[in-house]
């Protein structure tokens, strides 16, 4: 019995041996992907980060950690985790600690190039950021040496510029290459911004395809966002033929048979990568060399989302009232129509002439009769708009105007008034929109609400026509044999053809029986 017991004991001892290997195997594994470090940041002797621990990939270098705590901090706007936003120029001079004890008692200077797992290993996880900003006065270290000194005045950074696209990029024709060369000869080269060697594939070409991209895109339509709310940069003058026209030779929709409409999501898409731009190589811009190229971006941003958001919310207002089964306009909204009183004087001679018409249909109307006056307004809108705004006769006049709105024209109406009276006004006013001169334009969803009632309709019964007519007049009231026998037949040519856009009137043929030239339809 006794050897049983010890024999069942030596199994399962063995058995969590093997479950503590396998687990330190596993742990080992995952350490040798990720590391556990505690960071710190003072920036000019002021604790910016706190110490804090968190997992770092084992590829990852001391420089990029800094890189990904500074794009941290510029996002931290409520400061939760950073005290301070992280400001790093040409004039600030980093340095970084490694330890073994978090008390940062003897402590090792590392280079920013050194990857994690290395320092960690050998230094310890314990990492601390010293960045100190120096004047132009100062020098930047005291423990220079001559010897140094010379050499790093003999060195000279070499900028270099991305591959240019095309077999000949000097005589390529491919509009959208032709933009990305430019941009590195008129925008980089000419303005001396160029990129240290290692920097050239990784930095400098993903900033060229960017702005490449999104300016051939918005070139066509940059009179009409730069009318709404883009000021387009003068870095980027140089794409222009003419600064006043916007006119350029990239991108020229009028020599493609298909022009396409500017589209917000596709914009906006490619609008994403220069927010990648600015939040991946936002070190790289802070550099002076990159000024204008940084502002230049800024702008772009700016201007560009914020005509993406104006097209964004006119696209859902627009489908708003597509799909609403109430006009848009109508005398009852209250914002459709305006009632405007126009005191009469003394005129000039060039008065009394361009008001002449008006004045002829109005002076022999009885007061607070309603007159039409769209027959003798100019037809050219701004002429209109010019007649309406200065009109001025001998005698008070009161004008109603309604909006339509749907590109048509508005309906004008004018009485002669003593004084302002809002009870005779408002009689006239009730005169004019229960007259059924003022017309209401459907939605598009009202169309097709019509069309799936009474398009597949096989016998027309008086019922039928009855509800046509109900539906068509608003009056649930009325029956269609109140209707001439008129109106009951274009109501029944209506059921029977089923499409309203392939009805025409072809009586105009028979020119043997005038009166079936009766008017079909007004507007």
Same mark, same amino acid.
């Given at each position: 019995?006794?050897?049983?017991i010890?024999?069942?004991r030596?199994?399962q001892?063995?058995?969590d041996?093997?479950?503590e290997?396998?687990?330190?195997?596993t742990?080992?594994? #995952?350490?040798?992907?990720? #590391?556990?470090?505690?960071?710190?940041?003072?920036? &000019?002797n002021?604790?910016?980060l706190?110490?804090y621990a968190?997992?770092?990939?084992q590829?990852q270098?001391?420089?990029q950690?800094?890189?990904?705590?500074?794009?941290?901090s510029?996002?931290?706007?409520?400061?939760t985790? +950073?005290?301070?936003?992280?400001?790093?120029?040409d004039k600030?001079l980093?340095?970084?600690f490694v330890?073994?004890?978090?008390?940062?008692?003897?402590?090792?200077?590392?280079?920013?190039?050194?990857?994690?797992?290395?320092?960690?290993?050998?230094f310890? !996880?314990?990492v601390?950021?010293?960045?100190?900003d120096?004047?132009?006065?100062? !020098?930047?270290?005291?423990?220079? &040496?001559?010897?140094?000194?010379?050499m790093?005045?003999?060195k000279?950074?070499?900028l270099?510029?991305?591959?240019?696209?095309?077999?000949? !990029?000097?005589?390529c024709?491919?509009?959208?290459?032709?933009?990305?060369?430019?941009?590195?000869?008129?925008?980089?080269?000419?303005?001396?911004?160029?990129?240290?060697?290692?920097?050239v594939?990784?930095v400098?070409?993903?900033?060229?395809?960017?702005f490449s991209d %999104?300016?051939f895109y918005?070139?066509?339509?940059?009179t009409k966002?730069?009318?709404?709310?883009f000021?387009?940069p003068?870095?980027?003058?140089c794409?222009?033929?003419?600064?006043m026209t916007?006119?350029q030779t990239?991108?020229?929709?009028?020599?493609h048979? &298909?022009?396409?409409?500017l589209s #917000?999501?596709?914009?906006d898409?490619?609008?994403?990568?220069?927010?990648?731009?600015?939040?991946n190589f936002?070190?790289?811009?802070? &550099?002076?060399?990159y000024?204008?190229?940084?502002e230049?971006l800024e702008?772009t941003?700016?201007?560009?989302?914020a005509?993406?958001?104006?097209?964004?919310?006119?696209?859902?207002?627009q489908?708003k009232?597509?799909?609403?089964?109430?006009?848009t306009?109508s005398?009852?909204n209250?914002?459709?129509?305006?009632?405007?009183?126009?005191k009469?004087g003394v005129?000039?001679q060039?008065?009394i002439?361009k008001?002449?018409?008006?004045?002829?249909?109005?002076?022999?109307?009885?007061?607070?009769q309603?007159?039409?006056i769209?027959?003798?307004?100019p037809i050219h809108?701004?002429?209109?708009?010019?007649?309406?705004?200065?009109?001025?006769?001998s005698?008070n006049?009161?004008?109603?105007?309604?909006? !339509?709105?749907?590109?048509? +024209?508005?309906?004008w109406?004018?009485w002669?008034?003593g004084?302002v009276?809002p009870?005779k006004?408002?009689? %006239?006013?009730h005169?004019?929109?229960s007259?059924?001169?003022?017309?209401?334009f459907?939605?598009?969803a009202?169309?097709k609400?019509?069309?799936?009632?009474?398009?597949?309709v096989?016998?027309?019964s008086?019922?039928?026509?009855?509800?046509?007519?109900?539906y068509l007049?608003?009056d649930?009231?009325?029956?269609?044999?109140?209707?001439?026998?008129?109106?009951?037949?274009r109501?029944?040519?209506l059921l029977?053809?089923?499409?309203?856009?392939i009805?025409y009137?072809?009586?105009?043929?028979?020119?043997?029986r005038?009166?079936?030239?009766?008017v079909?339809g007004?507007?």
């Amino acid at each position: 019995m006794l050897t049983e017991i010890n024999d069942s004991r030596k199994c399962q001892d063995t058995k969590d041996k093997k479950c503590e290997k396998k687990n330190n195997k596993t742990m080992t594994a #995952a350490a040798s992907k990720a #590391a556990l470090v505690c960071v710190s940041v003072k920036h &000019n002797n002021v604790d910016v980060l706190p110490p804090y621990a968190f997992h770092v990939e084992q590829h990852q270098t001391y420089s990029q950690l800094l890189e990904a705590f500074f794009i941290a901090s510029a996002r931290d706007s409520s400061n939760t985790r +950073f005290k301070q936003a992280i400001a790093i120029s040409d004039k600030t001079l980093i340095k970084c600690f490694v330890s073994q004890a978090a008390d940062m008692k003897d402590r090792i200077e590392t280079n920013l190039s050194v990857k994690f797992m290395q320092g960690c290993e050998l230094f310890g !996880p314990f990492v601390h950021f010293i960045l100190k900003d120096y004047k132009l006065d100062e !020098p930047l270290t005291a423990k220079q &040496n001559a010897f140094d000194v010379l050499m790093s005045a003999g060195k000279s950074v070499k900028l270099e510029y991305p591959e240019k696209f095309g077999s000949n !990029p000097d005589e390529c024709t491919r509009g959208d290459y032709r933009l990305r060369n430019d941009f590195i000869d008129l925008v980089l080269q000419q303005n001396g911004m160029g990129f240290p060697s290692g920097l050239v594939k990784t930095v400098g070409k993903p900033i060229v395809d960017a702005f490449s991209d %999104v300016l051939f895109y918005i070139l066509p339509h940059l009179t009409k966002i730069c009318s709404r709310s883009f000021k387009f940069p003068e870095l980027f003058n140089c794409f222009l033929n003419d600064s006043m026209t916007m006119e350029q030779t990239y991108n020229n929709p009028g020599n493609h048979k &298909n022009k396409t409409r500017l589209s #917000a999501d596709v914009l906006d898409q490619k609008l994403q990568g220069l927010y990648d731009i600015k939040l991946n190589f936002a070190v790289t811009l802070s &550099n002076p060399r990159y000024k204008k190229l940084n502002e230049a971006l800024e702008s772009t941003l700016r201007g560009v989302q914020a005509y993406i958001d104006n097209l964004t919310q006119t696209n859902e207002r627009q489908k708003k009232l597509h799909q609403s089964l109430q006009p848009t306009r109508s005398i009852d909204n209250g914002t459709s129509s305006q009632v405007k009183f126009i005191k009469g004087g003394v005129r000039t001679q060039i008065e009394i002439d361009k008001y002449k018409d008006l004045e002829e249909i109005t002076k022999d109307v009885e007061p607070y009769q309603p007159v039409f006056i769209n027959d003798v307004l100019p037809i050219h809108r701004k002429n209109r708009f010019d007649y309406i705004t200065g009109i001025k006769l001998s005698y008070n006049i009161e004008m109603y105007t309604y909006h !339509p709105g749907a590109r048509s +024209f508005s309906l004008w109406f004018c009485w002669k008034s003593g004084t302002v009276d809002p009870c005779k006004t408002n009689a %006239v006013v009730h005169k004019i929109e229960s007259s059924g001169t003022i017309p209401s334009f459907h939605t598009r969803a009202i169309r097709k609400e019509f069309m799936y009632r009474f398009s597949l309709v096989t016998k027309i019964s008086p019922a039928i026509m009855t509800q046509l007519y109900q539906y068509l007049t608003g009056d649930q009231s009325v029956m269609s044999a109140q209707a001439s026998k008129d109106v009951q037949a274009r109501l029944k040519l209506l059921l029977e053809t089923q499409d309203l856009d392939i009805v025409y009137d072809l009586r105009n043929i028979n020119e043997g029986r005038p009166e079936s030239f009766s008017v079909l339809g007004r507007t």
